[in-house]
């Protein structure tokens, strides 16, 4: 049985799977070891028997078995889940980012279907789904009572299918009736650009947690120095509608912005196992202004990453309260194809702060958009009559590469003042004339 640390894929898919009746020798051995404890495990084997043997209709064995055991992780955290063959498959190729679906990622609140972030470049994106939308309807099937499970497989088909989501949001008075196409999900985990060439500014996005994502923000980054022909010298993380991902790959990413200290400590229950991952020095980024932007899609393993910065202050978090998703997930093989998401530790910041239902707290609030603004006031160029701009140095202009990404471009300004309390963006400057 093979066990691998992830995010806790966030959309999750609850299945279940365990011990096919008759049970092992394992379990055999387990509740003669421990015969109190076990004993309900005869009652299920009763159960099982008389349904096989005295049902009205013929059953299936299996199909008995996995009800039972949706039955059981229906009584843990929204992470847990048991995955159909079909399932596990499909959450192995989300993790190596490429599949057919929709590309939300879903949780359960208060009842509801609720999307943690669409992925990025996903019909879900494209169609203008947000974090904390709620799926009333499914193909025209109600998702009251609707488990991860089956939201997860009614997400998954055939590239060009198409799936009509009723979809409620704060502020609207009714649901909203979207029309989505499959598609081929074919995530790259990190894209880049540059900001602003001359002051060698740049941004790199993690869309999810991936296999080999910590190789692709390093080229991204290698990639960003050559193309400003220098070091950089301001760089905004952009995290936001990042559902997480691979554990072991979120240690990576904060790793390279730290050179030492605690990234991440998960404990599972009891404190029973306690693990520590502390940064290295080796391969560290420069020390260069970092602007870490964060919302309420951000969660789980890139919260790892926001929290770890953000403890050591080597970023400044802005934007919005982030999801809460402070809890580790195994992911465990199973016989016949199916597999086991396990929640199975909580983990904590390097302050140890435990993000479980609070989330990361920005250290700059900004709203996704601009406030409005009055431009009621008087200046200078709009009087009869006033002195025309002479000689000298012209305004600069402001800096591009945001566009209409109001956080991206408050997070720009934020570099440029850095520039400007060290002198970095300070040309030279002539003698001053004496005033008359």
Not at 137 to 145: A, C, K, L, N, V
Not at 283 to 301: D, F, M, R, W
Request: no cysteine; charged share 30%.
């Amino acid at each position: 049985m093979r066990t691998k640390l992830v995010r806790g894929l966030l959309a999750a898919l609850p299945v279940a799977a365990a011990f096919l009746a008759g049970l092992s020798l394992d379990h055999v051995a387990l509740a003669a070891r421990k015969p109190d404890r076990y004993r309900p495990l005869d009652t299920f084997a009763a159960v099982l028997a008389h349904v096989e043997n005295s049902y009205v209709e013929e059953v299936n064995q299996q199909e008995l078995v996995y009800g039972a055991i949706d039955g059981m992780m229906g009584r843990l955290d929204p992470h847990s889940v048991f995955m159909r063959p079909e399932l596990f498959k499909a959450l192995r190729d989300e993790t190596s980012g490429e599949f057919d679906g929709l590309g939300l990622e879903l949780t359960i609140q208060d009842d509801q279907l609720v999307v943690i972030s669409p992925m990025a470049d996903s019909p879900g994106e494209r169609a203008g789904l947000l974090p904390g939308d709620r799926l009333v309807s499914i193909d025209g099937t109600s998702t009251r009572d609707m488990t991860l499970v089956e939201a997860g497989r009614r997400q998954k088909g055939p590239p060009g299918s198409k799936v009509v989501l009723e979809v409620m949001r704060d502020g609207f008075t009714a649901p909203q009736r979207l029309t989505l196409l499959r598609d081929r999900i074919r995530l790259q985990s990190v894209e880049w650009r540059v900001l602003d060439a001359p002051r060698r500014y740049a941004y790199v996005r993690i869309k999810g947690f991936q296999d080999r994502t910590d190789r692709s923000l390093r080229k991204a980054l290698d990639d960003a120095r050559a193309a400003v022909k220098g070091d950089l010298r301001g760089l905004v993380l952009d995290l936001r509608n990042d559902p997480g991902g691979l554990l072991d790959q979120a240690v990576r990413v904060a790793d390279a912005f730290l050179s030492s200290g605690i990234i991440v400590t998960t404990e599972g229950r009891d404190r029973r196992t306690v693990e520590v991952e502390k940064a290295h020095e080796k391969e560290t980024e420069p020390n260069y202004p970092l602007i870490v932007l964060v919302n309420k899609g951000t969660a789980s393993a890139s919260e790892i990453v926001a929290g770890a910065l953000q403890d050591h202050r080597r970023a400044v978090v802005m934007g919005t309260q982030t999801f809460g998703k402070g809890s580790v997930q195994a992911i465990i093989d199973l016989d016949g194809g199916a597999g086991l998401k396990l929640t199975v530790a909580r983990y904590y910041t390097p302050r140890h702060r435990s993000i479980q239902e609070l989330g990361i707290t920005p250290d700059v609030m900004v709203a996704g958009a601009a406030p409005p603004l009055r431009e009621d006031g008087v200046a200078e160029k709009d009087l009869k009559r006033h002195l025309r701009h002479d000689a000298g140095e012209r305004s600069k202009p402001p800096a591009k590469g945001a566009g209409e990404d109001y956080q991206l471009r408050t997070a720009l300004d934020y570099l440029r003042a850095v520039d400007i309390f060290t002198g970095a963006d300070q040309g030279p400057v002539g003698p001053a004339q004496p005033g008359r």
